[in-house]
């Protein structure tokens, strides 16, 4: 174990960086060298991470199908080693990647939704291996049977893969009101009539069926009804018993099951319709880690899930989609209920205002760290790859917010399900993301101290208290040494609360629980790890030692930052919690 002069050397060695990479890039001739393509020049990294490294990386290029040519960024996973309990993916890096990072590994997951330009075997793995953490299933489309064999593919992909995992989350259809199926796209052009009905099955040239009966009693004329968020608009002009006669204000190209949104009304439906229902079924069965859930509009929902999860002893967390008024209105008690929550922006920018989005983004954010619970930002973040090979540079831009502000997963939706590039929009998010963290030195990341650590001082210490105070001090601790932490969790609570601290440098999250790794891929910063725990504790420490050093995560020298503690205790006799730093023994 290192000694108190020992870790005093480690941190005068390694200040955090203040000026930013960019900085020094820029004011350095190797921008020259970067633009006019020479090699860049080799440089040692410092003994342990803090500092800035320039990496020197090998081209990776890997055979794409139809128009996607990205290369893999988690690179490839390296077999079990023979002496080895576990297995890691080692971090290869294309040319474009070539750049000054200060942690080569990204820290903000990638949630990618899988649908017909990515359900086969062969683009999963390369979904997994260019970023993916966690596959979505969108129940709006597709059918038990297509989903099951994504979920098959995902499972068999974390089953071989060892170093790799992603996580699954169903997102439920909800009561989103959709237009019906057509056979080709129909042409809504301005100033033309154009009407929407409750019967099923209509398609022609100016009427479409819509999936909600409601739908002629809940809209008024004059109301404004947007498709797809506003791609194309209507307003209202007159009602039959069955239909709704509208005039097209913007029009484009109608394709089947499009979004219907009344600008400022909700359907006045339940949350979870009886087809969620049957998928949060279908979920319970295949074990998934994560619910979607679509439009909440209240605590009272999330309870009713929970309390049906817990009687069918099925331990799925739920992540709530905040895309509505309501869900507005009462977003502290729907995500105080909650595991998690997704910024839907799709349907948000629908039914409220699209200038208040951003804003409202940033306190959803807000509100989950606050709540110490994961974030999600989803929906267009780079829309405009779903038909080009590169993206706007407001979406860049997006990107790099939704990063800066503290989320701990981004999403692709259209991007990944249909697009003409989905490894390429993976490729963009990962190097948009991890260049913004590369800006994060220590100093610029506040950890949001959560009510529990700010009230814990006075009050009587409760187990979570005392849980979150020590997450606050080990992750302050770590950034200023300068060590990756390594966590061992049966419950996952401890990587989470580490999670929330955001140290600069990676948690290592040993579990011996197989589900736990899988959940633990959605949050910010944690690389899980399944392995074997002894009941030594010494036996695992040196287990995950040596996993890491195999895994070329660590070298020999280096100091980590060790920690025991969580709801359950592994090990420990009389302290409740236990940090340690120790020195990489070979
Ligand atoms: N499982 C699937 N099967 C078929 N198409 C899908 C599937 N999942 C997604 N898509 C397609 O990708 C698009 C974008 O995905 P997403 O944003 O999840 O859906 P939406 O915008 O319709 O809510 C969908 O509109 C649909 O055309
Ligand atoms: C993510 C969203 O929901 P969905 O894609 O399920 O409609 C959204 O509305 O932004």
């Known amino acids: ?106 820290k903000t997951k990638i949630v990618c939704t899988i649908g017909p330009s990515t359900h086969t075997r062969e683009m999963i793995w390369k979904l997994a291996e260019a970023g993916m953490n966690v596959a979505r299933l969108n129940m709006s489309h597709g059918d038990h049977e297509s989903h099951q064999k994504i979920i098959d593919l995902v499972k068999e992909y974390n089953a071989q893969s060892k170093g790799n995992v992603i996580a699954i989350m ?25 009407n929407f009905t409750i019967k099923r099955g209509v398609s022609s040239e100016h009427t479409v069926s819509v999936n909600y009966d409601d739908f002629v009693n ?48 909700s359907a006045t439906l339940p949350s979870i319709t009886e087809k969620d229902w049957e998928d949060i079924k279908f979920g319970v069965d295949n074990k998934v880690d994560y619910y979607a859930v679509s439009f909440v ?10 309390d049906y999860l817990k009687s069918c002893n099925a331990d799925i967390h739920v992540i709530v989609k905040i895309e509505s008024a309501d869900s507005i209105r009462n977003l502290h008690s729907i995500i105080s209920a909650s595991d998690g929550a997704m910024v839907a922006r799709g349907d948000l920018g629908a039914e409220l205002p699209i200038e208040e989005v951003p804003l ?10 606050s709540m110490e619970k994961p974030v999600i930002v989803a929906t267009n973040m780079l829309e405009s790859m779903v038909n080009h090979p590169t993206p706007t540079r407001a979406e860049v831009s997006d990107i790099t917010r939704a990063v800066q502000e503290g989320a701990d997963a981004i999403m692709l939706s259209g991007e990944t399900a249909h697009g003409k590039y989905p490894l390429k929009a993976v490729k963009v998010m990962h190097t948009v ?11 610029n990341v506040h950890p949001i101290l959560t009510p529990a650590v700010q009230s814990a001082a006075g009050e009587e210490f409760s187990q979570s208290h005392m849980s979150a105070m020590f997450a606050s001090h080990t992750a302050t ?13 049966q419950t996952g609570s401890m990587a989470k609360l580490l999670s929330h601290h955001r140290p600069s440098s990676t948690i290592f999250a040993f579990t011996n629980e197989e589900r736990m790794k899988q959940r633990l891929a959605l949050y910010h910063g944690v690389l899980p790890i399944h392995m074997k725990f002894s009941n030594d504790a010494e036996e695992t420490f040196s287990r995950a030692m040596k996993c890491l050093l195999d895994g070329q995560y660590l070298k020999k020298g280096e100091y980590v930052t060790l920690v025991q503690s969580g709801i359950r205790s592994i090990w420990r006799q009389e302290s409740t919690h236990h940090v340690q730093v120790r020195e990489v023994l070979g």
Not at 179 to 186: R, T, Y
Not at 297 to 306: I, M, N, Q, S, T
Not at 360 to 369: A, G, K
Request: with cysteine; proline share 7%; charged share 25%.
């Open 360 to 369: 409202l983004q940033e306190e959803i954010i807000n509100s989950c760290r």
């Open 433 to 443: 993301a991890l260049r913004t963290e590369s800006t994060q030195s220590t100093s």
């Open 297 to 306: 509009k209240d605590a009272k929902v999330v309870h009713e899930l929970k």
């Open 477 to 489: 601790m770590a950034n200023t040494i300068g060590t990756p932490i390594i966590v061992f969790t």
């Open 218 to 265: 809940d809209v008024e004329v004059g109301d404004i009804i947007l498709v797809d968020g506003g791609m194309m608009s209507l307003v209202v002009r007159s009602k039959t018993v069955n239909t709704v006669k509208c005039e097209v204000v913007d029009g484009g190209e109608l394709k089947s099951r499009r979004h219907l949104n009344v600008r400022g009304k």
């Open 1 to 106: 174990m290192a000694t108190a002069t020992e870790i005093g050397s480690l941190a005068a060695r390694n200040q955090p960086s203040s000026g930013g990479d960019w900085a020094y890039l820029a004011s350095s001739r190797r921008l020259d060298r970067a633009l006019h393509g020479a090699p860049w020049p080799r440089r040692k990294p410092p003994a342990v991470g803090g500092g800035l490294v320039v990496r020197f990386v090998n081209t990776t290029e890997t055979s794409e199908p139809a128009a996607d040519h990205a290369g893999t960024f988690n690179g490839p996973v390296i077999p079990e080693m023979p002496n080895s309990s576990c297995a890691l993916p080692l971090n290869n890096y294309s040319m474009e990647e070539m750049r000054v990072v200060s942690n080569p590994r990204r």
């Open 170 to 194: 169903l997102d439920t259809k909800g009561p989103e009101v959709r237009s019906g199926d057509v056979p080709q796209p129909i042409l809504l052009k301005e100033g033309q009539e154009f």
